[in-house]
Structure formats: C-alpha cells, structure tokens
C-alpha cells in the first residue's frame, strides 16, 4: 500500500524567508505526486503536480517542487514566503496505473509572520 | 456556482442519530471521494466510487456507508453517529480521462457529534 510522510507538522517563518517542506513517499510503482494547499477556512486546491518528464515542476504562486526517486521524495520549495501564504500544505501520491487512489500526507501548517 | 457542492455545511447531531452527508457535482467526472479531515492526520479516505456501479472502501471505511445515487451525486450515511467521527469531511472528484488525477475538492461539512 502506498503512504506519505510529512515530517514537519507546523513551520512558522518571517515573511521573505525561504521555504522547504519535506514530503516522503512508499510505493514500489511508478508514482504521481501533488501538492494541494488548504487556505484558512478553505477547501483544498492543487498547487502543483509531477506525472513525468523534468523533475523539477512549477506550480503556482511561486511554488516548485522536486521529485527524486532514488530517495522517495517530492520536497515542496519557495524562495520567499509571503503572509498570505499561511496555510496548509498537504503532500499526496497516486499510483500511475489502475485504480488511482490518492493518498494524503498529515499535512504541514505554515504560519508566515509579517 | 460552485463545481462541487456538499450538504449541509455544517451539522450538529447527538451520539447515535443517523446522519447523511451529500455531495453533488457539475463536473461530469466520473470518481468521487469521499475524505475525514482531522488536526493532526491529514486527510483520510473513507470511501471512493470510480463509476456509478462501482463503490469501494477507504481505509477508514467502519461505521460508514454511501450511495452513488448517479454520476453526479454521492452521499455518506453515518447510521449511528459517535463522538470520533466529529470531523471535518470533504467530497472529491476527479477525471479518469489520461493521468489527469487532479482532485476537486468541496468546500466541506464540519460534523459534530455529542
């Protein structure tokens, strides 16, 4: 079965300051992955996704994210946060083929400080 | 008007009323999900149907039920409520066309149950 690991249950960082949240996953396939974020008050919406092709992939508002498969993990990274980016960040996995159930990390709350 | 849509948005109920939870869709997507959300845990399946004669058990699936009265529509029954289902639920659709896995989400029903 698949799961996700999100180590870093609550960041809190000064606004311009740099942003990484560590996404681990386990499954022995070929994987898609995803990052939705949960605004206060809000229902989850995607930020960014990685099917195939460049690692590397940019979602928006900033946000990018890196797949490296030798080490199972899907690292979400911003260069500067801003207030308004206070929220959560959930990390999920599908399996490429089948039934592609999606699995959800715990999630990461992150509280930017004017 | 919104793509996903869930009622109601919020409910009050006393340990061991039946409780239904609905969610309708105009995004003529065939899957839908339906997700416990709680602090802490992230988000967790509880059930998902891939088609209208398809229904199938999430990881959390004890002490619920659901329907997939069409394609668009898909309730979640609690027919004894308890207190550890007081939750956050979200209802989720996604496109089974190509690698498309993106999942819409509703805005949520917050349950609490005393």
């Known amino acids: 079965a698949q799961s996700v690991s999100q180590h870093n249950h609550h960041v809190i960082l000064s606004e311009a300051a740099s942003l990484e949240l560590g996404c681990n996953y386990s499954y022995g396939g070929t994987v898609n992955l995803f990052w939705y974020v949960q605004y206060p008050g809000q229902h989850l919406q995607l930020l960014l996704k990685y099917f195939s092709g460049d690692p590397l992939v940019k979602g928006i508002k900033g946000f990018e994210a890196e797949f490296i498969k030798s080490k199972f993990s899907f690292n979400l990274r911003k260069p500067s946060v801003q207030w308004s980016d206070t929220a959560e960040y959930f990390c999920?996995?599908?399996?490429?083929?089948?039934?592609?159930?999606?699995?959800f990390g715990t999630g990461t709350k992150l509280q930017v400080i004017p | 008007d919104a793509d996903v849509t869930q009622t109601p948005r919020n409910r009050i109920t006393k340990t061991g009323k039946r409780i239904m939870l609905e969610c309708s869709q105009t995004?003529?997507?065939?899957?839908m999900y339906w997700y416990r959300q709680d602090p802490g845990l992230g988000l967790r399946l509880i059930y998902y149907?891939?088609?209208?004669?398809?229904?199938n058990k999430g990881e959390i699936s004890d002490g619920y039920s659901v329907s997939r009265q069409a394609q668009a529509k898909f309730s979640l029954s609690l027919e004894s409520a308890i207190p550890n289902q007081t939750a956050l639920y979200f209802c989720?659709?996604?496109?089974?066309?190509?690698?498309?896995?993106?999942?819409?989400f509703g805005s949520g029903t917050q349950l609490s149950v005393l």
């Open positions: 999920a996995v599908t399996n490429s083929g089948g039934y592609q159930k999606v699995t």
């Open positions: 149907s891939f088609d209208v004669k398809d229904i």
């Open positions: 995004k003529g997507h065939d899957r």
């Open positions: 989720a659709t996604s496109d089974n066309r190509g690698t498309n896995e993106k999942l819409f």
